[in-house]
């Protein structure tokens, strides 16, 4: 099977991307810093180099994929243009549509900020 990976350069992305591996499946990553990535993985992947937010690239990752992994971290704070995580999904989605991919694990992690622990 034939996986694209976002968040591969986060700890959980590394390790889920090192078992896609040794299970012998084929891998996509976009990620928006490479040189984030480990030496014995960036030689065993199909490295995508973009944001999330660019639909071209997102779409490029996706030729040929068969299911979607996302270990996008979560973000605190206020954004004028939404959260970027429901953007970033919301444009993933639309793309695997686009593609065909009926596939999505998306993992995550609780995230709650308090101002008063925050400052």
Known sequence: MKLLIFGATSPTGLEITRK???EGHKVNVLVGSPDKLLDDIKEKVNVFHGELTDESTMLSSMDGVHAVIST???H???YPGGLPNTNRYRLMMNCMKQKGICRLLALSTP???NKEIDS
């Open 20 to 22: 896609a591996l040794s």
């Open 72 to 74: 996008l971290e979560p």
């Open 76 to 78: 605190l704070g206020e």
């Open 111 to 113: 995230s709650l900020g």
